[in-house]
């Protein structure tokens, strides 16, 4: 089946600092979904982003679809953008049929 | 328009009991999947519903099932607890997992503890 791998695992900044998470995927995909998990456990939705550029504040994303990659920059990080990043992909299983597949996420520390 | 919404938040349970969780997809939404996130495995696919049917399911013993309400709300059952079903269980919501735009919105999660 298809691999979702994201990198880095770990990432700890300063306040005030830019920086930018990975998802490499091994197969064509039919959609990408990028979220932000809080400390609660909540997946909140950041981009919906199957191919192309999304701007949205101080977050945007990027995917190379023909690649197979996609990139979430965050710039000027604050403390409330600490937590875990996943990035997830939507396969075919069979005709007519598809599911998300999440990578192993990459957990963010963002320093005062 | 409100979100998904999932009851209850928070469960204990001990090993060989049965439990149900339950998942209210946002209005409009026709298809519920559900996922079970631990440590060890991360997040994992369960099943999906879509017009009361299980359309995918995930590699996962028959002890875990669910189901789909006219309405669109699910339910899933875990029967014969294990100590490994200990886990967060999330479920998400789409309007139709045949349209190409098909963004799933996630609730707030199920947090099962077995002892």
């Known amino acids: 089946g298809i691999q979702v791998e994201q990198s880095p695992p770990d990432l700890i900044l300063q306040e005030g600092a830019n920086s930018t998470l990975r998802c490499n995927f091994s197969?064509?995909?039919?959609?990408l979904q990028w979220f932000h998990q809080n400390p609660w456990g909540q997946l909140i939705n950041l981009f919906y982003?199957?191919?192309g550029t999304k701007q949205n504040g101080r977050l945007s994303a990027t995917t190379v679809a023909t690649e197979r990659y996609s990139l979430l920059y965050i710039s000027s990080s604050q403390t409330t953008d600490s937590g875990v990043y996943f990035c997830?992909?939507?396969?075919?299983?069979?005709?007519?049929?598809?599911?998300?597949?999440f990578g192993t996420g990459t957990r963010l520390k963002v320093l005062a | 328009k409100a979100g998904v919404t999932q009851t209850p938040r928070y469960l204990i349970k001990t090993r060989g009991q049965q439990v149900t969780l339950s998942c209210s997809p946002i209005?409009?939404?026709?298809?519920v999947s559900w996922y079970q996130q631990t440590p060890g495995q991360g997040l994992q696919f369960l099943f999906e519903?879509?017009?009361?049917?299980?359309?995918n399911k995930g590699n996962f013993p028959g002890r875990f099932s669910g189901r789909q309400f006219s309405n669109s709300r699910s339910e899933m059952n875990v029967s014969t607890l294990e100590l490994g079903d200990s886990a967060l269980y999330l479920c998400?919501?789409?309007?139709?997992?045949?349209?190409?735009?098909?963004?799933?919105?996630f609730g707030p999660g199920t947090r099962l503890t077995v002892l």
């Open positions: 982003i199957p191919s």
């Open positions: 519903y879509f017009s009361e049917t299980q359309r």
């Open positions: 998400a919501s789409s309007l139709d997992p045949l349209n190409i735009y098909n963004e799933q919105f």
């Open positions: 197969d064509s995909v039919n959609n």
């Open positions: 997830a992909v939507e396969s075919s299983i069979t005709s007519g049929t598809y599911k998300y597949i």
């Open positions: 209005s409009g939404h026709r298809s």
